[in-house]
């Protein structure tokens, strides 16, 4: 069984990102969300409710798990057993971080490869920072996420 990960803050979870989980989900058997802490970027929201904005996202989809993690990426790879990363691009300014990152994964886990997926168009502008700035002025985000992880977003407000 090919199983990937794809991490991030997922603070919060977009149409971009479920974008890319889809397009990962088409290609592997298993695709694990990862939730990372993340303390550093100090998320809008805890990571027990990015996680379960994840899985409201994601529960269509039958090969699909949402795990929250707080360790390095490279030891959640190797405790889930798996040697592929997604990561999503959505412009050139994201493939220079995405791919130091990519190549320090790798440095620590030779096995470890980095597969890098693009949203589709529609979805390419969408970053969580965005919805975030929306969220803090009361401006419409109903676009940009899926409707379970709006209605939750309203819920906890």
Known sequence: MKRA???????PITLGHTDIIKRACKIFDEVI???A?????????????????AKLSTKKLSN???????TLLVDFAKEHESDIIIRGLRAV???????QMGYANSSINPNLETIYLMPNLQH????SSIVRTLLNFGGKIEHL?????HRYIKEIS
Do not use: C, H, N
């Open 5 to 11: 990960i794809y991490s991030g803050t997922f603070d």
């Open 33 to 35: 969300v990862a939730v």
């Open 37 to 53: 802490l993340s303390t550093s970027k100090k998320p809008m929201f805890s990571l027990e409710q990015r996680v379960e904005m």
């Open 64 to 70: 699909v798990k949402v795990i929250g993690f707080d």
């Open 93 to 99: 300014s994201d493939f220079e971080y995405e791919l």
């Open 124 to 127: 390419s502008f969408i970053s």
């Open 145 to 149: 996420i899926t409707p379970e992880v």
